[in-house]
């Protein structure tokens, strides 16, 4: 390489690692790669790579691809490391996420196994990114604290703020307000050492937690210390007008929104066009469009954040703008419409863990009069969960105007049958009551978790017995169930459909019309079953083995695992889309040590339910003491195991 073109790639070097990107970009521009050495074209692989990464052009795999190809098999292990977290951030940005996560982890390996401590925190930081976006949020954490382990060994104090800063954001962007905030905290904003743009973006994200709370003023008051950036911090500028517009939303003052929000747009398009800045900055200004009545814009703006999100895969916004839409479509009385988007945006909230905007979708779908009374109640009842376990308190008063229009179902424990009746003492099982109660009556599908034994079977009767159907609770084993014979469980068929098919069997959704069906074991169940059930899930329709006719079921679902669905998915032993169809409603039931409280008051209904002569006295101190020793074991199968434990004493005592 000739000398000038020496100091010319030292003087890249030092213009990206002080993110001068347009001028190191003017440099490599002047450099004519056909006529490097292959080690030269390698390093202006790697340096032109960066570059483009850093200012939103993704245009760069063929460039990177060279570089691999140089240093693969070679000694260069920190050329060849560096290269994969470049392709990696380049997987990253155009939405190839499993692409990204491999790549990210093999350059952090080759950079752990050479002891390059800094430059494999600078992955894990790149890893957790991609480990939030695809919904790992616990994995995404950890790898950050990692990142945070490693920098304490270097004694980088800045890197450690910085990291620290991003668990707050990533904490932020699912939802866990308060938990954000107490990273915020954490970090020792008052330091000299600290660059402008490390402080800009501390207060801007304490800005937006305090602003999703509802202290507009002191949100305010934050990001005011950030508008005196230096002008080449052209990305924290961005990011500035970004969320200062955001604040401006929560605040109702949408024309002030969108004259901020247009601003930063425009900045945006000149660093990166094709960005997370763009199609957030756009929804946002399609946010107040919806503010301001202005629907026309609303999608017009929502439609050009779209095509961006969906470029770059970022799911938030995909959802984000799916509820503009359907906001239109509640405004032009598009009733399915808005149904169809609703739905879409809760299901990508949901699975990507992004517990304010789910809440606030499930607020905004509630009010838009789309809904039956069971759904708008249901909807509320969560989003009023979420909002006051995070202290989001406008919402919270605007959830509970809504729900004081509805009168949770009155249940009378006389009412129900015996086998009906669900035990709830301890506070924690009072709220899974309280939430079986509100949503009961609505068709949304429920998925129980928890261990085995924990009550999962007895909650799905409680919901089916307090939501007034005039149809049976049917229970199905899914494990049970053949993978050859799903269809013809789930559908039914008629006589000569099939060889040993002798008479005319009506299907279990058939069989459960106007009712609930439970789906125990849902985990266990095959991939024939699965496909099966979300056909009908989508549909609402069964047809006989046998027939060509559709017949359309009114039927609710309650599913049911002890599995860790996660792990399951993971493994593709359990379909995503079914997941995600069934979880309309998630309750966890927690095992009976944790809620002691309740033994007392489920060994009352035992004994009262299986007692026919009643000699036990349920008030009296044989009971009391008995009671308490009860209290002391842990119970390792749960509620059934108590039961077992009861029946059992009750014949061994002869009903003493």
């Not at 993704?58 to 070679?74: F, I, P, S, T």
């Not at 957030?280 to 009545?293: F, I, N, P």
């Amino acid at each position: 390489m000739k000398k000038i073109e020496i100091r010319a790639f030292n003087s890249i070097q030092t213009l990206i690692e002080a993110k001068h990107f347009k001028k190191a970009l003017r440099l490599l521009s002047a450099i004519a790669p056909e006529e490097l050495s292959l080690s030269d074209n390698a390093s202006y692989c790697i340096y032109i790579s960066e570059v483009k990464l850093s200012m939103g052009d993704n245009n760069v795999e063929k460039h990177l691809y060279q570089a691999l190809n140089y240093y693969r098999g070679g000694n260069q292990i920190e050329q060849y490391a560096h290269t994969k977290f470049l392709l990696g951030w380049h997987y990253t940005s155009i939405g190839n996420y499993i692409e990204a996560i491999e790549s990210l982890l093999e350059s952090y390996l080759n950079y752990m196994r050479h002891n390059r401590m800094e430059e494999a925190s600078r992955v894990l930081n790149r890893l957790a990114q991609v480990q939030y976006m695809t919904g790992a949020i616990d994995a995404a954490i950890d790898n950050l604290q990692k990142c945070i382990n490693i920098n304490l060994q270097l004694n980088n104090k800045k890197r450690i703020l910085s990291i620290t800063r991003n668990q707050a954001l990533i904490f932020l962007k699912t939802g866990s307000l308060n938990s954000s905030l107490k990273k915020l905290n954490d970090i020792d904003i008052s330091r000299n050492d600290l660059e402008s743009n490390n402080k800009s973006n501390f207060h801007l994200t304490h800005a937006l937690v305090k602003a999703l709370q509802g202290n507009i003023n002191e949100a305010l008051t934050l990001i005011d210390k950030c508008t005196a950036l230096p002008q080449e911090f052209k990305r924290e500028r961005a990011i500035y007008f970004e969320y200062l517009g955001w604040i401006y939303n929560l605040a109702g003052r949408y024309q002030d929104a969108i004259t901020t929000l247009k601003t930063g747009i425009e900045l945006s398009l000149k660093i990166a066009p094709e960005s997370a800045l763009i199609s957030q900055s756009k929804r946002l200004l399609a946010d107040a469009y919806v503010g301001m009545e202005n629907f026309t814009l609303a999608e017009k703006t929502a439609s050009e954040a779209m095509v961006v999100a969906e470029k770059i895969n970022e799911r938030a916004e995909i959802a984000a703008c799916k509820r503009v839409f359907a906001l239109v479509a509640v405004y032009k009385q598009n009733t399915e419409t808005a149904r169809t988007r609703f739905a879409e945006a809760i299901d990508i909230f949901s699975q990507i863990g992004s517990r304010y905007e789910l809440a606030v979708t499930r607020y905004l779908a509630a009010v838009s009069g789309v809904y039956t009374n069971g759904e708008r109640a249901a909807m509320l009842y969560m989003a009023h969960e979420y909002f006051i376990s995070e202290d989001v308190a406008p919402y919270i008063a605007l959830v509970e105007k809504g729900l004081a229009k509805f009168v949770r179902p009155t249940v009378k424990p006389e009412s129900l049958a015996k086998n009906d009746v669900y035990i709830a003492v301890h506070p924690r099982s009072r709220k899974i009551v309280e939430l079986a109660e509100n949503i009961a009556r609505s068709d949304m599908t429920v998925l129980l978790t928890g261990p085995t034994g924990s009550g999962k079977d007895q909650l799905a009767k409680y919901i089916h017995a307090v939501s007034n159907r005039d149809g049976p609770f049917v229970a199905v084993n899914t494990a049970a169930v053949p993978d050859s014979m799903a269809e013809a469980e789930l559908f039914g068929y008629v006589r000569g459909a099939f060889t040993g098919a002798e008479h005319d069997k009506p299907g279990l959704f058939t069989i459960a019309d106007g009712g609930t069906i439970y789906l125990n074991e849902i985990a266990d169940s095959s991939p024939n079953f699965q496909a099966k059930l979300l056909e009908v899930l989508e549909s609402k329709r069964v047809r006989a083995l046998g027939t060509t006719e559709w017949k359309t079921v009114r039927v609710r679902v309650i599913a049911a695992t002890n599995h860790d669905l996660d792990t399951r998915m993971r493994s593709g032993s359990f379909r995503v889309d079914l997941y995600h169809r069934l979880r309309g409603v998630d309750i966890t039931l927690p095992p009976l040590k944790d809620r002691p409280e309740d033994i007392a008051e489920l060994v009352r209904h035992f004994f009262a339910r299986d007692n026919d002569n009643g000699s036990v006295d349920p008030d009296g101190p044989a009971f009391t003491r008995l009671c308490e020793a009860l209290a002391e074991h842990t119970w390792p199968g749960n509620v059934r195991e108590l039961e077992s434990v009861i029946k059992r004493l009750t014949v061994l005592g002869g009903h003493d």
